[in-house]
């Protein structure tokens, strides 16, 4: 049986109560299928509680705290919408060191729709190109990056989209994303192993 292509990819999804819950679900399923482990990290250990919109849907357990959450340890992150999770995570400065380090390395980023706050708030998107839900442009512009209403964006290592209607083309250019990153990582090693 031949491997799926993002076995030994390691993705965070750093996530709070009331995130938009399609924009965790459907992308976790995404990458699981092609061989992902994804790691729900989130603030408080316990459970995280997901949101349909305006209503409170899911409950799902939290695999990992911010606090225990080594972002060296990970390949890429996810970062869910949902406006009230991304406001809470914006504020976290474990949430903000780790998409710096993560970004600082060039490893992908997956966005969309209200999780770009935290980007912003990171001091990241200074001269970046991304989507996000239309609200937050302001906030994108202000803080140096270029917003555009696509529904998905790609710049460098991260990708972004707007809301859980863009989430198949979101799906599609994250495992793309990811596919790429992990191709030129193994390529990376075997250089050094031939050496």
Known sequence: ?????????????????????AEMTEPKKALDHVGATTVIVSPVSGHITGMN???KADTFNVDMTLDQANPDDFDAVLLPGGAINADFMRMQPRAREFVQRIDQSGR???????????????????????????TIQDDI????????????VRDRNWVSSRSPEDLNAFDS?????????????GQKQQGTLSV
Not at 108 to 130: E, N
Not at 141 to 152: F, K, S
Not at 173 to 185: D, P, W
């Open 108 to 134: 992908p980023i997956a966005v969309i729709c209200h999780a770009p706050w935290l980007l912003v708030s990171s001091d990241c998107v200074k001269g970046r190109t991304l989507t996000s839900y239309y």
């Open 1 to 21: 049986m031949s491997g799926k292509k993002l076995d030994g990819m390691r993705v965070a999804i750093l996530v709070a109560d009331d995130f938009e819950q």
């Open 141 to 152: 512009r202000n803080a140096g990056g270029t917003w555009v209403d696509q529904q998905v």
């Open 53 to 55: 919109h305006d209503q």
């Open 173 to 185: 250019a994250m495992v793309a994303l990811f596919s790429e990153y992990m191709q030129s990582k």
